[in-house]
């Protein structure tokens, strides 16, 4: 990068020109190369990295976007500024992280975090970036510019009051937000509307503003009835703030990952700009984290920088245009450089959006969007109606994912980067994604394999509902089933020398209790029984995507060939994080016959936050414990006392 080491000159003079006869906005660009300096104490790949800014600053550069905003470097927060929304003892215990510490120190204290690194320029970085989002959104506020970005890292929205996390330090955002509000009155902001389109909800910000109705909080993630990070419940719709914030907090929590352009904007259009209209802010701070784009390695998602920059668009009609962006995440660099592109041109109203989206929401999005309407239509009228059956009802196909542009070709493009992305669902409209779909479906149907099932699917009736559909007793959601619903071709049991334990607080499907994991590793004195079907290994992905509360529409398979052939060499193979956040683990458990023993668990990172308690050991609950024990029964293993021993010896003996 040639940017390493250099500060982007201070170009703070007036920047108001005209262009094609209008009066250009004044847009603020904030970057300091300072902040590349917060990096891995070992030098070793991670995905917030310092190239993270480094590649946006050099795509505005080279798209000459920079030469026309008003550009300046970072400046540090000041603690009493922090403070209005941190703890002093987090500020102090941050400002710690200064180069004066011992590495081994620093290394033991980011041990103890929940996703963090430290370095001996962390602290610096993190003042960086708070301070530079309070110096952009000020000018904002005050008629200096129109509007901003503030290029900075490490992001701010999932640090809490009293702790960091999720790469974050101090939640940046929601700093600057308490500042205009507590500190500079005479500014006339009496109300913030916060959006976070981050892939992650945004936990911090959501806890800050929790009792306080002059922010409105706008979040929309993938959630995954909790199991996707940071995970639990805060994320969930019906978490709508309280006291006299109560209804000033909007969580719209995605049911699986590759939601694209159609799925926000649908968010967007039905949810996000009614109630903007109602409350009518004086000011839009953005979590602006690109990490729902295309490509990126945690997300999982589809927005094009087209479908960026229309949300903006969406927004630039409040608060007359004074929007203040703040990068969050972001780890597909292409992506997120080319999507920062869009969103700037969008601020200084470079040319009209030309394109549409032809593509249609997942019919999970539907589900969510009315689901989120009822529970805040008693704060917000506009959300009453009742969206029509035309709307929702149209038919979703897969979802096209486009590929990012290498680096030169970006660069010989960069000023039309919203119209290319956009022609890729313009030009094709008619395209049969499906073929893809049925392409793998029909290569993994010829494939045999053995699933191997320790918990409640050791019922065969537990188990035909995910092959089937529907659900039985004591379940409290159907399942939708494989596509294909043929019965398995086989049934045996086995016993296995894995550790057998039940974890989490609850299950959307089983509701509070554990439920079953396996160790992967083997143990000799450990003993589990295994329920073996014989399936084809597109029934197996099919139970995966169900396993890890994904619905079972997917292009592409989560364990195909390949993978096969990884874990009868490996013994396991871990699934992608994101897809599989609880089930990510396939284990070959041998053979029987010619045919690969395959059963599916957490992975090892994920048994040491059972063992060391970060993630509850739980017993099941008696709903689920029934099935278990029916399975056990029904197949002849053991009589019901002993099933019932069998589940409180595994219940009981510690990790």
């Not at 295309?294 to 929007?323: N, R, W």
């Not at 499907?509 to 396996?518: C, E, T």
């Amino acid at each position: 990068m040639n940017m390493a080491g250099k500060n982007p000159v201070d170009n703070s003079g007036d920047c108001h020109g005209e262009s094609n006869g209008k009066l250009q906005r004044k847009v603020g660009l904030v970057y300091d190369e300072a902040m590349c300096k917060h990096d891995t104490p070992d030098g070793e790949a991670h995905p917030e990295c310092p190239d993270r800014i480094r590649v946006i600053w050099e795509k505005l550069q080279l798209a000459g976007v920079t030469k026309r905003c008003v550009v300046f470097g970072g400046s540090k927060a000041e603690d009493k500024h922090l403070q209005l929304v941190h703890t002093e003892g987090h500020v102090k215990f941050v400002k710690s992280f200064s180069t004066k510490k011992k590495d081994y120190k620093r290394d033991r204290i980011a041990s103890m975090l929940n996703s963090i690194y430290i370095n001996g320029s962390s602290s610096e970085a993190a003042y960086l970036a708070a301070g530079s989002v309070v110096e952009v959104t000020e000018k904002v506020a005050k008629g200096e510019l129109d509007s901003g970005f503030a290029i900075v890292r490490p992001p701010g929205h999932h640090a809490e009051a009293d702790a960091p996390m999720g790469f974050c330090f101090f939640n940046n955002v929601a700093v600057a937000a308490s500042y205009l509000l507590n500190e500079r009155p005479d500014l006339g902001v009496k109300k913030i509307l916060i959006v976070d389109w981050d892939v992650h909800h945004g936990n911090g910000t959501q806890k800050m503003f929790w009792e306080d109705p002059r922010v409105l909080v706008f979040s929309v993630h993938r959630y995954e009835d909790g199991s996707f990070y940071p995970g639990g419940e805060d994320g969930d719709y019906n978490m709508v703030g309280k006291g006299e914030g109560e209804g000033f907090n909007i969580n719209v929590p995605w049911e699986q990952g590759r939601c694209g352009d159609a799925d926000y904007l649908a968010a967007w259009d039905h949810i996000l700009i009614p109630v903007a209209k109602e409350f009518n802010p004086d000011i839009i701070l953005l979590s602006a984290g690109f990490d729902a784009a295309i490509g990126d390695p945690l997300g999982g998602c589809c927005i094009t920088p087209y479908g960026y920059s229309v949300m903006l668009k969406k927004l630039m009609e409040f608060a007359q245009g004074k929007i203040v962006m703040a990068l969050e995440g972001g780890y597909n660099l292409d992506s997120t450089a080319n999507s920062s592109l869009a969103c700037v041109q969008v601020l200084l109203e470079d040319k009209p959006i030309q394109a549409s989206c032809e593509a249609m929401p997942f019919k999970s999005t539907w589900r969510v969007i009315q689901a989120v309407r009822k529970r805040l239509c008693a704060y917000w009228p506009s959300l009453a109606d009742e969206l029509s059956s035309n709307l929702i009802d149209q038919k979703t196909p897969t979802p096209i994912v486009p590929t990012s542009s290498s680096n030169s070709e970006a660069k010989d493009n960069d000023h039309e980067i919203t119209d290319q992305m956009s022609k890729l669902n313009i030009e094709n409209p008619q395209v049969d994604t499906k073929v893809s779909t049925s392409s793998w479906r029909s290569d993994l149907s010829k494939v045999d394999v053995w699933y191997a099932s320790f918990g409640s699917n050791m019922w065969k009736q537990r188990f035909l509902c995910y092959i089937q559909g529907g659900q039985v007793e004591g379940m409290t959601k159907p399942c939708v089933g494989s596509m294909d619903k043929s019965p398995p071709k086989g049934i045996t049991w086995g016993i296995y020398p894995n550790r057998m334990f039940f974890g989490r607080e609850s299950t959307n499907v089983w509701g509070p209790g554990g439920v079953a994991f396996l160790n992967p590793l083997t143990n000799p004195n450990d003993q589990t029984h295994m329920c073996l079907y014989r399936i084809t290994l597109e029934q197996f992905n099919d139970v995966l995507f169900q396993e890890n509360g994904l619905n079972v529409d997917f292009d592409t398979p989560i364990f195909d060939l390949t993978s096969l052939k990884l874990v009868e060499n490996n013994g396991s193979t871990p699934l992608e994080a994101d897809l599989a956040p609880w089930y990510g683990n396939v284990v070959c458990m041998g053979r029987e016959g010619d045919i690969p023993i395959l059963t599916m668990t957490c992975t090892l990172s994920l048994v040491e936050k059972f063992t060391s308690g970060e993630i509850p050991v739980r017993p099941p609950a008696k709903a689920y414990a029934n099935t278990f024990i029916r399975g056990l029964v029904e197949g002849g293993i053991l009589s019901e006392e002993e099933a019932e021993a069998y589940i409180d010896n595994a219940a009981s003996k510690p990790l």
